[in-house]
């Protein structure tokens, strides 16, 4: 599966992103999808998953701040991001896989920048 982010940039800290990730085809053949961020000489950190349409997962640090879905017709997944904080800076990846446990082993995106700054 192809996918394409978008949406990245720079933002003050409090301010808001919407991150979008294209599909190359029919996003309703994807059973789970998800964002992941990485900051360079860090572990790459599970961000947010949505598994048929709903929401399954967040991490602590994007808990009522971010907020996972997905578009059917546009074939697209966002992540919405609020209330930014510099901590939130980093590479954000959207993947496709069959499964959450699995998603790392599926298909990637490039990559969009997030910068946050304070």
């Known amino acids: 599966v192809r996918l394409v982010e978008s949406g990245g940039g720079l933002v003050q800290a409090g301010g808001s992103l919407r991150l979008s990730c294209a599909t190359a085809?029919?996003?309703?053949?994807?059973?789970?999808m998800g964002w992941y961020r990485q900051v360079p000489g860090k572990e790459r950190e599970m961000v947010a998953v949505?598994?048929?349409?709903?929401?399954?997962y967040y991490a602590d640090s994007a808990k009522g701040r971010f907020t996972i879905s997905r578009d059917n017709n546009k074939n697209t997944m966002d992540l919405q991001m609020n209330s930014l904080k510099p901590e939130d800076t980093a590479m954000y990846y959207c993947?496709?896989?069959?499964?959450?446990?699995?998603?790392?082993?599926?298909?990637w995106g490039q990559g969009t920048q997030v910068t946050v700054s304070s």
């Open positions: 993947a496709a896989g069959l499964s959450m446990d699995t998603l790392a082993l599926g298909s």
């Open positions: 949505i598994s048929s349409g709903e929401p399954t």
């Open positions: 085809g029919s996003i309703l053949s994807i059973p789970v």
